[in-house]
């Protein structure tokens, strides 16, 4: 099984609708990372969460990492075409009080926005 | 501050072929890695080097993936012979220390195997 899973895997809304992904860890999250993605490209950096109960906001996307710090929603307000494409979260897992110092990725989530 | 470099940004080669990707990463950060993406998925770490050592490369396929970073600073991730599963994004990510102050990603680059 995945050390960190991703849902929804893919997700269709119309523009204007609110939707969220959620990623959940089985083991202790020491920073939490969502990335966006385009077909074929690079990971363009969203937000960074790292203490339990935080929540960052950047325009219409907001992400919330939740207290026991293993779970992690990304909430988009309001969808444009603007926000599709494949949203990741990378998380830095640890064990024993120690993180690995490298990310694992979920699945990720295809998100398409019909206008 | 320059970002991550990788090159090329696309590669279209014939399987049985061998193919090299190179990464500069962000000055000064001593941690660098190399995920691979197969297209749907996300990406599975490769190898992390530590300076010019290697801290990970459980995942790396060693009968045809190899990579280096002598200098500790550039990388080459190379793939010989290629096979057809091989086709996905190679992306490079360097970090200040192992994870310390953020991870930065670098464009990739895409890998068609035929």
């Known amino acids: 099984s995945q050390e960190l899973e991703q849902s929804p895997q893919s997700l269709i809304v119309q523009e204007g609708k609110n939707l969220t992904i959620n990623c959940t860890s089985s083991?202790?999250?020491?920073?939490l990372y969502w990335y966006k993605q385009k077909y074929g490209e690079g990971l363009i950096f969203l937000m960074m969460?790292?203490?339990?109960?935080e929540e960052k906001s950047h325009e219409k996307i907001t992400a919330k990492l939740d207290e026991k710090k293993q779970q992690s929603s990304l909430h988009i307000t309001a969808s444009q075409p603007s926000h599709a494409g494949i949203y990741l979260c990378?998380?830095?897992?640890?064990?024993?009080?120690?993180?690995?110092?490298?990310?694992?990725f979920g699945q990720g989530t295809i998100l398409t926005v019909h206008p | 501050e320059a970002g991550v470099a990788q090159s090329p940004r696309y590669k279209i080669i014939e399987k049985r072929q061998s193919v090299a990707f190179w990464c500069n990463p962000i000055?000064?950060?001593?941690?660098l890695y190399w995920y691979q993406q197969i297209l749907g998925q996300g990406p599975k770490l490769l190898i992390q080097?530590?300076?010019?050592?290697?801290?990970?490369d459980s995942q790396l396929p060693k009968d045809r993936f190899s990579a280096e970073r002598l200098k500790g600073v550039d990388s080459t991730l190379k793939i010989q012979p290629a096979k057809l599963e091989d086709s996905a994004v190679y992306l490079c990510?360097?970090?200040?220390?192992?994870?310390?102050?953020?991870?930065?990603f670098g464009s990739g680059t895409r890998l068609t195997v035929v």
């Open positions: 083991k202790t999250l020491y920073g």
């Open positions: 990510a360097s970090s200040l220390d192992q994870g310390g102050g953020g991870y930065t």
């Open positions: 969460l790292q203490k339990g109960g």
């Open positions: 080097f530590q300076n010019n050592g290697v801290v990970d």
């Open positions: 000055s000064g950060h001593a941690t």
């Open positions: 990378g998380a830095d897992i640890g064990a024993g009080g120690t993180s690995y110092g490298k990310l694992t």
